[in-house]
């Protein structure tokens, strides 16, 4: 192949190269200081590592063309496309409960956003495309590990039903990056419902610049609440007060989103607010895992020496992020400070409920009791979490087997006598429900995955694709696309891991 940075030389700083997607750049119009535009930086020898024709055709994308040279020139960052006006987003953030007043994309190009056949508007993102004024001297580059493991994850998680990032490439470099020792380069085209987060609005609120925040919050609205920036909850001018709009929205959105990752054992890892989205959508995914022993204090992130992320916490992490939200948000809240405090502090208080009713209903449903009396459900659901804490079982594992039989539940228990007694109780709450026991199971496994991203079978498809093997990559990626059916060819990639396949941490990969 000719040297791919000379091939698309003629197309890379005019965005003169191919008509791949219909974009409309509604964020790249916002004033200057919302962004710094400019273009990736093109690579040496770019290569597939693996290309997402689902989600293209969904996104109402050619996914035939996208795959051809000129689509890999694109996703390499070689090539500005036809439409795209490539950008580095600006914002601030909270890292590890530590202000930060500048972060910013230091490593990733918004190319633009196109307007999928659903309606709604999606990002098209490049990320590890090369430097930026946001970089803080990191070379803006990707190694092949982080975009491993965000294209299965991100995948992963909108199969089971999380709102999420997703990705639509992944391609190689040709080039080394230098971590803690050489690796082989990489680029991930990443899609989502828009990259604005928290620490965009704390960027502005720390700058007390209220125009920028009244359009980036009307921006928000529009885009990601439309219901809300018609009509609030609270009947509030959104025209002149267009943050408790949004606070209320950005609220309900990340309250039922972190229980989502709740009632599948996932652990962001990193819960920084530059790391929050506010289109209620999981983004940036560094150090995250899922549970194996269930551990309402595991962390696996290797920064994370406190546990602040701890799996256990994500719900107050959650609830401190939004109160740094309305607090960058309270010059659109009110007429007065005094008004605006209080219209904030209302709106936040609701997230523990919203929470709380969202984890329930969960739960109630992984236990196949959603359909009898709420307290009871808790009950149940709270002491087989106890029991699991206190024998290790599998998370993933043992919810799966409830869902399948008597004998399955007490071998992932271990035989403990408390889980008898916990699965009588169980067989007499379903009783009383009225209750078929195994219609009950049936729709359990609808909603308890037999297959998650186990984090030791990441670590192998990594390993594997650093020595060119990208075999494990796709196995474990088509496994999980279908993660609620048994898949007996597939049923290692259920298993737990063994004591010396246990990953202990991960990595952000910065």
Known sequence: MVDSAAHAEDSHRDGGGPRLFPF?????????????????TPVKQPGWLAFNANLA???????????????????????????SDPLAMAYAGQQFGN???Q?????????????????????????????TPFSRMGDGRAWIGPVIREYIVSEAMAVLGVPTTRALAAVSTGESIFRESVLPGGVLAR?????IRVGTFQ??????????LRLLALHCLERFYPDRAQDSAQSIDTDAFPGAALLEAVVEAQAKLIARWMALGFIHGVMNTDNMSIAGETIDYGPCAFLDGYDPGKVFSSIDEMGRYAYGNQPRIGHWNLVQLAQALL????????????TAQEIVNRYPDISQTALRSHFAAKIGLSDGPPEIAKAQADQLLALMAEVKADFTNTFRALSSSDGAFLEEMNGDPKAQEWLAQWHSALANSETDVQATRTAMRQVNPKYIPRNHRIEEAIAAGLEGDLGPFKRLSETLASPFEDQPQNNPLAQPPKQKEEVRATFCGT
Not at 103 to 131: F, N, T, V
Not at 203 to 212: G, H, K, L, S, T
Not at 331 to 342: D, F, N, Y
């Open 99 to 101: 202000w930060n007043p």
């Open 103 to 131: 972060l910013g994309d230091g490593r990733a190009h918004l190319l633009g956003e196109i307007i999928a056949p659903d309606g709604l508007r999606y990002d098209i993102q490049l990320k590890g495309s090369g430097p």
């Open 191 to 195: 899609v989502s419902r828009g990259h």
């Open 57 to 83: 055709t969904y996104l109402g994308l050619d996914a035939a063309e996208l795959q051809t040279d000129a689509g890999l020139q694109v996703f390499a960052g070689n090539a500005v496309a036809e439409g």
């Open 24 to 40: 409309d750049n509604s964020y790249a119009r916002l004033p200057e200081r919302f962004h710094v535009k400019l273009n990736p």
């Open 331 to 342: 010059p659109l809240m009110g007429e007065s400070e005094e008004q605006a405090v209080a």
């Open 203 to 212: 960027y502005f609120a720390a700058r007390q610049d209220e125009e920028a």
